[in-house]
Nanobody
Framework: HVQLVESGGGSVQAGGSLRLSCVAS????????MGWFRQTPGKEREGVAT????????YYADSVKGRFTVSQDNTKNTLSLVMDDLKPEDTGTYYC???????????????????WGQGTQVTVS
């Protein structure tokens, strides 16, 4: 039974940085595509970033391009998201997700991900 556990959220002032981590406990195939999503109350969950199993391809939401960097360490089953130059609109609950299929440019649809973490809160003021 695989679980995804996020950490690293917190409160930060605008312009600051945070690093989120997601650790997969249990076996997760290295063919899985991992991604980060976020959600605020009253809004739909939106894709933030995704990375291919070999790390060779990454996709970002337009709103975070140039500020966020997604990476993974397959030896440690860890997915990371470095968030720089944070803005108040980045506030939300951030979720780690895994999909058994990599969706390329249509990666941001949350219904395509089978595994989800419990989320970690990011607040930017």
């Amino acid at each position: 039974h695989v679980q995804l556990v996020e950490s690293g959220g917190g409160s930060v002032q605008a312009g600051g940085s945070l690093r989120l981590s997601c650790v997969a406990s249990g076996y997760i195939s290295r063919s899985y595509c991992m991604g980060w999503f976020r959600q605020t109350p009253g809004k739909e969950r939106e894709g933030v970033a995704t990375i291919s199993p070999d790390g060779g391809a990454t996709y970002y939401a337009d709103s975070v391009k140039g500020r966020f960097t997604v990476s993974q360490d397959n030896t440690k089953n860890t997915l990371s998201l470095v968030m720089d130059d944070l803005k108040p609109e980045d506030t939300g609950t951030y979720y780690c997700a895994a999909s058994g299929h990599c969706w390329g440019t249509t990666w941001a649809n949350p219904s395509r991900y089978e595994l989800w973490g419990q989320g970690t809160q990011v607040t930017v003021s």
